[in-house]
């Protein structure tokens, strides 16, 4: 890393960090007041574990690139427990996440990274969150009031802001660090992510509104089974698909091992 792409992490994590401890004193202290702390934290842990296990199941769309379903979860929390409680789950999280790197049986987790990637991506997440709550609320979202189509617009702002702080903060690392520039990199990966943000929007807004009902909070679990039952299903999909690749890779390997005349035309 650069001497100003280290700084710059530094800079970020000491941010983040700070404002998640912040949030989460905040979140708690709240809980220990209210009427019914137990409720409200059967409610949280509940979107805290499914946060986990989505943050633990990402897709390898290729080995550069990889989505989860943990986006459900943060904006679930933003619409229904407001941007102090998401950023606490977020902060939460960070130790319990074990992603398996793609193609290896090999998994990553706090203990095998550098203690500043851990930190600089957990704080990424948090001030994504908690921005995102924010602007949510500044017009005129409210936590667990989701009538429609009131909530629309703070939802799609709220949304944006996330994603758009959070792969901003990345790509700024890696302009830094002179390996990519940061407009196309930002425009590029914000239209990688779209079909996620328009597929996990509604799935969001229906775990917010279930976690009001009597119960909701063990029917948001139910909800989850089929995405996760659908994640499994995406995840042999490309497995086959990448095996028949390499199968045709093989193949080509051996013919224009044949003739060197040829070689590069089968591939």
Known sequence: MSRSSKIYAYVISAIGLS??????????????????????????????????ICRCLPIYIRSDYAIDMSFICTLAAILYLGPTAAAAMVLIS????????????TYSHIFNKPPI?????????????????????SFGGLPGQLALPQILFPGILAII??????????????????????????????????PNIVASA???????????????????????????????SFVLYIDTKKNYYDMVKTLTAALEAKDQYTEGHSH
């Open 202 to 232: 509604p799935i969001a807004y229906f775990i917010a509104r279930s976690m009001g009902m009597e119960g909701g909070e063990y029917f948001v679990i139910l909800i989850m089974l089929p995405l996760l039952l659908a994640r499994y």
């Open 19 to 52: 404002l998640g401890l912040y949030c989460t004193y905040s979140y708690f202290s709240f809980v220990a007041a209210s009427v019914d702390p137990k409720h409200e934290l059967t409610q949280f842990g509940v979107l805290l574990f499914l946060y986990i």
């Open 117 to 137: 990637k851990t930190c600089f991506n957990a704080s990424n997440f948090v001030i994504s969150t908690f921005a995102s709550g924010m602007v949510y609320q």
């Open 161 to 194: 802001t996330f994603f758009v702080l959070n792969c901003g903060i990345l790509m700024m690392l890696f302009s830094l660090n002179q390996k990519l520039s940061f407009f196309p990199s930002l425009f590029k990966n914000l239209l990688e992510f779209l």
């Open 94 to 105: 960070t130790p319990f996440i074990i992603v398996p790197d793609d193609g290896e049986k």
